[in-house]
């Protein structure tokens, strides 16, 4: 199992910045990559931005050249740096790592922390 730990977050007005750091630990070797993901009041959770062990990332549309996800291999740490908020941008994100197991593929979250928006 790999435990997530968050922290960033917060109220930044619309066009403000604010950044996330998720530090990892536990059954490191698994991980095959890592992400955010964000969950809106009513709505389903998304992914936000995933980088993967090698260094490939993917971003959802409405976040592409606004936010930015990196690692630090060393620290085994991710970040997402999340530039020009929105309002719509306000959502309880998630840190995800994605791991092989015996089973097959496995998600592993963080707890969750509020970023919030306002106009």
């Known amino acids: 199992q790999v435990q997530l730990v968050e922290s960033g977050g917060g109220l930044v007005q619309a066009g403000g910045s604010l950044s996330l750091s998720c530090a990892a630990s536990?059954?490191?070797?698994?991980?095959?990559?890592m992400g955010w993901y964000r969950q809106a009041p009513g709505k389903q959770r998304e992914l936000v931005a995933r980088?993967?062990?090698?260094?490939?990332?993917v971003y959802a549309d409405s976040v592409k050249g606004r936010f930015a996800i990196s690692r630090d291999n060393a620290k085994n740490t991710v970040y997402l740096q999340m530039n020009s908020l929105k309002p719509e941008d306000t959502a309880v994100y998630y840190c995800n790592a994605l791991s092989t197991s015996e089973l097959g593929p496995k998600d592993d979250w963080g707890q969750g922390t509020q970023v919030t928006v306002s106009s």
């Open positions: 980088i993967t062990f090698g260094g490939n990332t």
């Open positions: 536990g059954r490191l070797f698994s991980v095959i990559a």
